[in-house]
C-alpha cells in the first residue's frame, strides 16, 4: 500500500485509473483510539444470518392445519388445481403456511449512536416492518419468502416398514427439504416432512406466495470470559408483515386462522435465542474461561456503529477496548472495507495477547530438525576455519516474550515480529570432507537463544511455501489465521483478496477479505486460439 | 603504591600522550593486506555519506523547529521531509553497506587485536577513561581538529559528536586484562558492562559456532538487498564482542532505526518533538560510532602503509583513539539498549501471501469450533 504522502495524482487520472492513490489513507484513524476495529458488509451479515438461522433450525418456519380445518378466501381455493378438488374430500390434506429463505432485508440504527447529532447513520434497505420508535435500540429486518402451500399425504409403504423398524421418530433435521419434482408437476414437490408421531410423506403444491419481513432487536454480545464479540439478534417480539401480488395470501393471512398459522409458523423463531447477526470475533480464537483466566486476558468493552460507505452501502462496525481503556472515538470510525466484505483491525496490544495465547496452543514444544553451514575451526589456530556443515534440532519455547510491529525497509509493508526462545541441539556435524566429527565436547551442550519469526501477512517475495519445513508451515498457517480469520465462525473467502497494511508507526494492522461466491468457482473456457493451432 | 604513582603521572599527560606511550614500536607493515583501491573507494562513499547524514539530521531539526512554530503546515511540506527522508535512508544504505566492506577487510588486517592491546597497555597505566574525556581531548585540539577535518570530520561534525558525546557516560575499563565497557544507566546500583574481545577465539559453545562469521552474512545481506530480516535481539552469555561484531550489530540498528523513521513519517508525519521520532540520539549515535570507527580504520591503514606522504605519529595515535571511542561508543549503546547483551538474528523473509490460498482452504480443517463458536474440545 502506497504511503499517505505519494498518494497525489493528476488530471489523467480522470483518464486512467489512479488505483489506491485516491483510496482513502490506509492508516489513519483505522482505530480511532480503539483496541479493535471489526467491519462487515451486508452480504457477510447476510451470510451469517442465514447460517445462525440454519444452524438452529430456523431457516424454514412452518405451521400447518388439517384441510378444511379453516375457511379458506374465495380467491385462495381458486388457486386449488381442479384435479385435486376431488382428492382432498378422500385423502388428508393440510394447509401449510410457510416461510423460506430468510435474508437480511434492513438494518435500522438510531441515529444517537454516535453520541452527536445527524451522525453518519440511520439507514435502511426496506421499510421498517413494525412501528418502532428511532433511536431507541438497534433492529433488523429479516427478510423471508411466504408460501401458503396444500399438502398431501401420500402412502410410502418401504418408509412406513423403515420407520416401524426403527421405533417411528422424526429423523433429524427434517424440516421441510424439498427433495424431488414430480414428473410432469414442476411445482409438485415431494417432500419428507414430519411432525411428532406422523410417519405419512407429504407432496406440497405451493398455492401462491408471498413476502414477510420480521424485525428483531440486534445487541451487543460480549460474553464473560471468552475474550470475543459480536452481535445477536432477538426476535421475542417478533411479528411478521407479510405483503404480496397475490392478494389471496394478504387475505388469508388477514383472517383469524391466517394469523394463528402464521403466529405458529413464528414460534420457534420468537423463543429461540443465540441467532446471530455478525461473526463472533474472536482474535485469539475459540478460548476457554480456563485459558482467558490464565492469560489474563483483559475483557472487551464494546460499543457499534453502522456507516455508510462511499459507495452508499452499509457497514456494520463492532468497535472494542481492552480493560478499563477510553479512548476510542466513535464519530472517528470510518468505513474500512473498500470493496470488500470483511475488515479488521487490531491494535499491537491486542495482536500481542493474541499472539501469545495461540503460540503456546500452536508452537510450544515443536521442534525442527536441519542443516546449516558453519565455519569450522581447524587444528589449534581458531582464526583457521574451513566450511562444515551442522544438523541442529530446535524447539521453540511455549511463550512468546514479546510481539511488535517492526518497520520495515524496501516498502515491502511493516511485519508483525514475534519474540521467544528455542533451544538448539547440535545432533550432528561433519567437516569440509564430509567426515562425521564425532567429538562434539561443548558443542553438544544444548543452548537457549532467542527466536524471531517476522510475519508479513502482504510478503509475496522470500521463501516459497514448498520450501519450508512442512511443521513451520503448519505453524505459520496457524499464526496467519490470527491476522485473517479473528472470527469464532469459519468463511469461506476469496484468497486473492486478502489486502491490508500494517504500520509499526501506527501500531496497528489491518486485514480486509472477500467473501467467495460462486463466481470464483467459474473457469473460463479453454481458448482456442490460432497460434496454439499452427 | 607504586602503581597509583604511575596512574598519577599517568592522568596529567593526557589520554592522547598516554595512549601513544603505549603504541608498540614495530617496523611498518604492522597489518595484513588491504586492498587499497576499494577501501579508498569505499571511505569516499563514506565520507560523503556522513556528511549528508549529518546534513540531514541538521535540516530535521529544523523542519521539526519550523513545523512547531507554524502550527499547520501544508501537505507539501509533509511530502519534502518524506523525500528528503527516503534521500537520507537510501544515503544510509550506501554508508553502511561501505562501511561493512571497509571493516570486512580491516577484519583481516590484525588491526583490533593491536589497537586492543595498545589500549589495555594505557588502560593499565592510566586506569579508567570516559569516552567524553577521550573525545574532548581530540576536538579541543586545532591541530588534530584540522587533520581530521581532512578525512571528513567538519567542524559541524565534530561539534554533533561533541554535543552527543555530552550526555553519553561511557568509561572504559581493564577487567581480568580484558578491555570492557562500562555505562550506568538511572535507576540500577551497578554499572552495565561489556567485553571487548581483541581477536577469533575458539568457538566456546554452539551459539559462538553458529554465530561464527556472521559479520560476512550481514554485510552479505546490506551488498546484496537479500531479502532477509535483521534484528537485534536480547542475547546472554556472550563473553566478549568482538569489533566487527560491534560494527555489525551498529550497522543493523541504524537501519533499523531510519527505517522505523521514514516510516513514521510516511504514517504519521514529522513529529514536532525529538523524542516522538526514531530518528533520535540513538541513532545519531550509532552513525557517530560507525563514522569514527571508519576514520579511525583509514587513518591506521595509511600509517602502517606510508604512500606518498608518511602520517605524522600524532594523527597515528589519534586515529587508533578515534577507533577505540567508537568501540566504546557502540558498546555503549548496546548495553544500555540490552541487559544482558546483544546478538543480530537474521531470518530469511516468508512468502506469506503465498499462503492465502493454503489458509483460505485449511481454515476449517484447523480450527476448533463449531459453527456456533463453541470450542470443541
Known amino acids: ?534 | 603504591m607504586m602503581a597509583k604513582t604511575k596512574r598519577r603521572t599517568g592522568r596529567k599527560t593526557g589520554f592522547v600522550a598516554a595512549f601513544a606511550k603505549a603504541r608498540a614500536r614495530d617496523a611498518h607493515p604492522h597489518l595484513g593486506p588491504i586492498n587499497a583501491a576499494s577501501f579508498a573507494a569505499d571511505r569516499g562513499v563514506a565520507v560523503a555519506k556522513a556528511a549528508n547524514l549529518f546534513a540531514y539530521q541538521k535540516y530535521l531539526a529544523a523542519a521539526r523547529a519550523d513545523k512547531a512554530r507554524r502550527k499547520r503546515v501544508p501537505e507539501s511540506f509533509e511530502r519534502n521531509v518524506l523525500a528528503q527522508a527516503r534521500q537520507a535512508r537510501d544515503d544510509l544504505d550506501a554508508f553502511t553497506g561501505a562501511g561493512l566492506r571497509m571493516i570486512q577487510q580491516v577484519n583481516q588486517t590484525g588491526l583490533w587485536g593491536r589497537t586492543q592491546a595498545q589500549f589495555a597497555r594505557t588502560l593499565r597505566d592510566r586506569g579508567p577513561v570516559d569516552v567524553r574525556t577521550m573525545w574532548a581531548e581530540i576536538a579541543g585540539n586545532a591541530q588534530y581538529r584540522t587533520a581530521l577535518a581532512g578525512h571528513g570530520i567538519s567542524a559541524d561534525m565534530t561539534a554533533a559528536m561533541t554535543e552527543a558525546f555530552a550526555t553519553l557516560d561511557a568509561t572504559a575499563v581493564l577487567r581480568n586484562g580484558k578491555v570492557a565497557v562500562e555505562t550506568r544507566v538511572a535507576g540500577e546500583r551497578a554499572p552495565r558492562r561489556m567485553a571487548l574481545g581483541a581477536g577469533a577465539s575458539p568457538p566456546a559453545g554452539l551459539s559462538d559456532l553458529l554465530r561464527r562469521s556472521q559479520f560476512d552474512r550481514v554485510a552479505a545481506a546490506f551488498a546484496n538487498k537479500e531479502p532477509v530480516h535483521l534484528e537485534i535481539v536480547p542475547a546472554a552469555g556472550l563473553t566478549a564482542y568482538e569489533p566487527a561484531d560491534l560494527f555489525a550489530l551498529g550497522a543493523v540498528a541504524v537501519r533499523q532505526r531510519m527505517t522505523e523513521h521514514v516510516r513514521k513519517l510516511e504514517d504519521t508525519g514529522l513529529a514536532i518533538y525529538e523524542g516522538n521520532d526514531p530518528f533520535s540520539f540513538t541513532l545519531a549515535l550509532l552513525v557517530i560510532g560507525l563514522f569514527l570507527g571508519l576514520v579511525g580504520s583509514v587513518i591506521q591503514h595509511l600509517c602502517d602503509n606510508p604512500t606518498e606522504v608518511e602520517q605524522p605519529e600524532w594523527l597515528c595515535t589519534v586515529g587508533a583513539a578515534l577507533l577505540i571511542i567508537a568501540l566504546i561508543l557502540l558498546a555503549a549503546v548496546f548495553i544500555i539498549g540490552f541487559l544482558e547483551g546483544a546478538a543480530f538474528s537474521i531470518v530469511a523473509w516468508i512468502g506469506l501471501m503465498l499462503m492465502a490460498q493454503y489458509i483460505a482452504d485449511a481454515y476449517a480443517h484447523f480450527t476448533s469450533f463449531n459453527v456456533e463458536g463453541v470450542p470443541s474440545s
Not at chain 1, 420468537?270 to 482467558?292: C, Q, Y
Not at chain 1, 510481539?403 to 508483525?416: C, F, I, N, Q, T
Not at chain 1, 519445513?469 to 483478496?497: E, H
Open chain 1, 1 to 534: 500500500m502506497p504511503p499517505v504522502a505519494t498518494r497525489i495524482g493528476s488530471i489523467s487520472d480522470v483518464l486512467v485509473g489512479a488505483g489506491d492513490r485516491l483510496a482513502p489513507d490506509p492508516p489513519v484513524d483505522t482505530l480511532a483510539g480503539f483496541d479493535v476495529v471489526a467491519q462487515f458488509s451486508q452480504a457477510l451479515l447476510n451470510q451469517q444470518l442465514v447460517r445462525s438461522l440454519a444452524y438452529r433450525r430456523l431457516a424454514t418456519l412452518t405451521a400447518y392445519a388439517p384441510w378444511g380445518m379453516l375457511p379458506l378466501p374465495a380467491g385462495l381455493a381458486a388457486l386449488v388445481p381442479r384435479r385435486f378438488a376431488l382428492g382432498l374430500t378422500a385423502a388428508e390434506a393440510r394447509l401449510e403456511v410457510r416461510l423460506v429463505q430468510p435474508h437480511l432485508a434492513g438494518l435500522h440504527w438510531p441515529a444517537d449512536v454516535t453520541g452527536i447529532d445527524g451522525g453518519p447513520v440511520v439507514a435502511t434497505t426496506r421499510r421498517r416492518a413494525r412501528p418502532r420508535a428511532l433511536g431507541r435500540g438497534r433492529t433488523v429486518d429479516v427478510g423471508w419468502s411466504v408460501e401458503v402451500n396444500l399438502l398431501t399425504s401420500r402412502l410410502d409403504m418401504g418408509l412406513l416398514a423403515r420407520t416401524a423398524s426403527t421405533g417411528g421418530g422424526p429423523p433429524a433435521g427434517g424440516s421441510g427439504r424439498p427433495q424431488a419434482e414430480i414428473g410432469d408437476l414442476p411445482d409438485l414437490v415431494a417432500t419428507d416432512d414430519f411432525s411428532a408421531g406422523d410417519n405419512r410423506k407429504w407432496d406440497r403444491l405451493t398455492l401462491a406466495t408471498g413476502r414477510a419481513i420480521t424485525g428483531a432487536d440486534a445487541t451487543l454480545t460480549v460474553p464473560a470470559g471468552q475474550w470475543r464479540f459480536g452481535m445477536g439478534l432477538d426476535f421475542a417480539d417478533t411479528v411478521a408483515v407479510v405483503t404480496s401480488d397475490a392478494a389471496a395470501v394478504t387475505e388469508f393471512l388477514a383472517t383469524d386462522g391466517g394469523k394463528t398459522l402464521l403466529a405458529q409458523a413464528l414460534a420457534p423463531l420468537r423463543t429461540s435465542s443465540g441467532v446471530r447477526l455478525a461473526l463472533d470475533v474472536a482474535p485469539a480464537g475459540a478460548l476457554s474461561a480456563a485459558t482467558v483466566q490464565h492469560f489474563a486476558l483483559p475483557p472487551f468493552t464494546v460499543r457499534d456503529i453502522l456507516l455508510t460507505d462511499q459507495r452508499g452501502r452499509l457497514v456494520l462496525s463492532l468497535c472494542a477496548q481492552l480493560g478499563t481503556s477510553t479512548g476510542g472515538v466513535l464519530r472517528l470510525v470510518r468505513p474500512l472495507l473498500g470493496r470488500q466484505d470483511f475488515a479488521y483491525a487490531a491494535s499491537e496490544r491486542v495482536l500481542g495477547l493474541a499472539f501469545k495465547v495461540c503460540w503456546k496452543r500452536a508452537a510450544g514444544g515443536l521442534s525442527f530438525v536441519g542443516e546449516v553451514p558453519v565455519d569450522l575451526p581447524v587444528g589449534d589456530d581458531p582464526e583457521i576455519t574451513r566450511p562444515g556443515r551442522a544438523q541442529i534440532s530446535i524447539v521453540f519455547n511455549d511463550t512468546l516474550d514479546d510481539v511488535a510491529l517492526k518497520a520495515m525497509p524496501e516498502s515491502r509493508g511493516d511485519v508483525v515480529r514475534l519474540l521467544g526462545r528455542q533451544r538448539l541441539k547440535l545432533l550432528n556435524l561433519w567437516d569440509y570432507q564430509g567426515r562425521r566429527i564425532t567429538d562434539l565436547g561443548e558443542w553438544a551442550d544444548p543452548h537457549d537463544e532467542a527466536m524471531v519469526l517476522p510475519l508479513n501477512l502482504f510478503e509475496t517475495g522470500g521463501a516459497r511455501p514448498d520450501e519450508l519445513n512442512p511443521n513451520f508451515r503448519d505453524l505459520l498457517l496457524k499464526l496467519m489465521a490470527v491476522l485473517v480469520f479473528p472470527t469464532i465462525q469459519p468463511s469461506a473467502i476469496r484468497a486473492g483478496s486478502i489486502s491490508g497494511f500494517c504500520s509499526a508507526a501506527r501500531k496497528t494492522m489491518l486485514v480486509c477479505w472477500t467473501l467467495r461466491t460462486w463466481q470464483d468457482d467459474v473457469r473460463p473456457p479453454i481458448v482456442d486460439t490460432v497460434a496454439e493451432r499452427v
